[in-house]
């Protein structure tokens, strides 16, 4: 059994989301959920999946993302979700403009494949700090070029750790990897705004198909 167009389209965007949330927990509290982190990043190394989900862990790397498409799709919790939100509408608008400019995307895709064969060679986590430097780093120097820049905001302290700053800028990375996976599914703003009911109940049989 396999899921259904509009199901997967909700994965893709539970992905994208998930991305956002934990950009935004850790510019406010410096923290974030390992297993989330490690779901949202391992995303942007599944570039030829048999179906979307095989993008997520089968699913199980984004059930963060598919409870807050209920809480902020579903409930409109907007204010509380606020910067998540935002995130969202920049990194989409980001993957719009890397459409655009088909030697980024071409310096992307040969940078995950040395990043996953560094991965397998030295058998390290998708979290750990040299993995994460490293995807830190091809953002930077690919989408991260991209005016205008993403304004991350948050606490000082956190914003001006390194270890926090390639964390946001690897998590980045995975929304732009989601937005694309988002887009190559029909994705698009109307349905957000005019098919908020379809969204959440393809949301809620993506969650009960992984549960």
Known sequence: MSLDVHAERALALAGLI???????????????????????LE?????????????????NGVRTGLRLIAEIIGDLQLGEHGD???????????EKKLREKPEL?????????????????????VTS???????????EQTTGTIEPRIRVVG???????????????????AGVRSAVLWRQ???SLIQLILGRGRLLRSAENAAAFIS
């Open 18 to 40: 998930q991305a956002s949330y934990l950009i935004s927990a850790i510019a406010r509290t410096g923290m974030v959920g390992e297993d989330s982190m490690a779901g949202t």
């Open 43 to 59: 995303s942007i190394f599944v570039t030829n999946p048999d179906q979307t989900l095989d993008v997520y862990q089968n699913g």
């Open 84 to 94: 998540t939100v935002r995130y969202c509408m920049a990194i989409l608008n980001l």
């Open 105 to 125: 995307l071409r310096a992307i895709g040969a940078g995950v494949s040395s990043i996953q064969e560094h991965r397998v060679l030295r058998e390290v986590s």
């Open 129 to 139: 700090e040299d993995v994460v430097e490293k995807l830190s780093g091809l953002y």
């Open 155 to 173: 606490q000082q302290k956190h914003l001006q750790n390194r270890t926090n700053t390639c964390r946001i800028r690897a998590l980045l990375l």
């Open 185 to 187: 599914l029909g994705g």
